[in-house]
């Protein structure tokens, strides 16, 4: 892995790593509706001219069928899922919640067995073992630590599920559509569809904006969404998905220190432990991943060969 690849995934995990401090500040100020539109409607609106170089590379015509999926993924990703994330947030500690929603990629994991029919290894079993078990001692139920509510961790298991769901039938015409593009156009496509439920509720839109909260909200919408974004899918270009996906391997080691240092919250022996267990799971996972990969990339060369 070259320097470039490595500056990519360091500063993606950093940037995400940033995320629930910055959206528990921006929450205590902001409706939790209006923070989800406005930083998806930035960060779409930001990758927005990449995407447009993307799909004049590609010389790609979408069809009605392609709108009506990225509308279907910009509602499962923005409506519901990372509005679910922005509620847990409000509810619960910005440490736990950045630990729970990094638990997405195990449930990527079971819904590409259902949906994409990808093998279950024994492999896969023990990871998810590992870490779920990591999850339930982090979140510690039985005896919650202060800032944590049972109603903000089911909103953070939600997130972390419907973001899998998202990750996982975002996997359907990625090859067509391209990981750019279809995260752009259902950012936008999400958030407009966010006004809706706004409009109905009678909740502000831009009512609530000060000097104070816009450097945050331009934050959260550039530096975070759109930039973090950009980074993790250069990253993914340059060095594989399996290496991108070191990102969710250091960012539950960053973000609930970024957290303390903050937000001062208490880091507890049982996050510690908890951590422990989802990076234990994450790495067998990513070793797996790539053991995997090379060995299909061998036969292939070798089918080539004959």
Request: net charge positive.
């Amino acid at each position: 892995m070259g320097k470039k690849e490595i500056f990519y995934i360091i500063a993606t995990a950093l940037l995400f790593s940033t995320m629930e401090v910055a959206l528990k500040i921006c929450g205590s100020e902001l409706d939790a509706f209006q923070i989800t539109f406005l930083r998806f409607a930035i960060g779409g609106l930001f990758l927005l001219p990449f995407a447009v170089r993307d799909i004049r590379k590609r010389n790609l015509k979408f069809r009605y069928t392609d709108w009506l999926y990225l509308a279907g993924l910009g509602i499962l990703c923005i409506c519901i899922s990372m509005l679910l994330f922005q509620i847990a947030i409000d509810h619960a500690n910005a440490s736990l919640i950045s630990v729970i929603i990094c638990t997405n990629p195990l449930f990527v994991m079971i819904f590409s067995h259902f949906i994409l029919h990808d093998r279950f290894t024994g492999t896969r079993a023990i990871v998810l073992v590992i870490s779920f078990s990591g999850l339930f001692i982090a979140a510690n139920p039985f005896s919650l630590t202060s800032g944590n509510t049972p109603f903000g961790i089911i909103c953070g298991i939600l997130a972390s599920i419907t973001f899998g769901l998202y990750s996982t039938l975002g996997k359907i015409h990625i090859a067509r559509i391209g990981d750019l593009t279809q995260t752009c156009m259902s950012f936008l496509i999400g958030s407009a569809f966010m006004l809706i439920p706004m409009n109905i509720m009678g909740l502000p839109v831009i009512r609530g904006i000060s000097l104070t909260n816009i450097p945050l909200l331009l934050y959260l919408g550039i530096m975070v969404t759109g930039i973090g974004y950009y980074f993790f899918f250069e990253a993914v270009h340059a060095s594989g998905p399996s290496s991108a996906s070191l990102v969710f391997f250091l960012k539950p080691m960053f973000a609930p220190f970024v957290a303390m240092l903050v937000l001062h919250e208490e880091i507890h022996l049982n996050m510690i432990v908890g951590i422990i267990l989802l990076l234990t799971g994450s790495f067998i996972n990513i070793r797996s991943t790539r053991i995997s990969q090379s060995n299909k990339n061998n036969n292939n060369n070798t089918g080539r060969t004959i």
